[in-house]
């Protein structure tokens, strides 16, 4: 059972986002880009108010993904990233992205925060960050 309504369109577009986010961080580290894309939708909430769909938290400007202004994003999404894009939607979620709503690839260590929010954990190359459940109370019901 899904936990966003997503067609399968939405759910291709997703694979390609998390492809060209991660795809150097293996199939785990993609699965978190795709828990941030996920939470994003389902969160409604700070930066992210208004976003009721993959596409719309795909390209939404400003505050979307840099991947979308390179022509590696643009390249057909493969079977494989199709499949963990469906385990994404389906609300399969790993730490430290569980309730995360941003990610960011640093030069050096992780900062302690990001645009206000707390640190929750790095996973090989990307730090991800996290909402209070007070202000994004949707990304912490399921």
Not at 9 to 24: D, F, I, N
């Amino acid at each position: 059972m899904a936990v966003i309504n997503a067609p399968e369109s939405h759910v291709k577009l997703l694979a390609r986002l998390m492809r060209a986010e991660a795809e150097g961080e293996g199939p785990l580290g993609m699965l978190m880009v795709g828990n941030v894309g996920v939470n994003r939708v389902l969160g409604d909430c700070l930066d992210f108010r208004g976003i009721r769909n993959i596409w719309q938290m795909v390209f939404q400007t400003p505050g979307g993904f840099e991947a979308v202004q390179k022509s590696y994003f643009y390249q057909r999404a493969r079977e494989k990233d199709i499949r963990l894009a469906r385990k994404a939607v389906r609300g399969e979620r790993y730490s430290p992205a569980r309730y995360g709503l941003w990610f960011f690839r640093p030069v050096g260590p992780c900062p302690a925060r990001w645009f206000g929010q707390p640190h929750s954990g790095r996973y090989k190359s990307h730090c991800f960050y996290i909402p209070s459940p007070a202000d994004c109370p949707r990304v912490y019901k399921f």
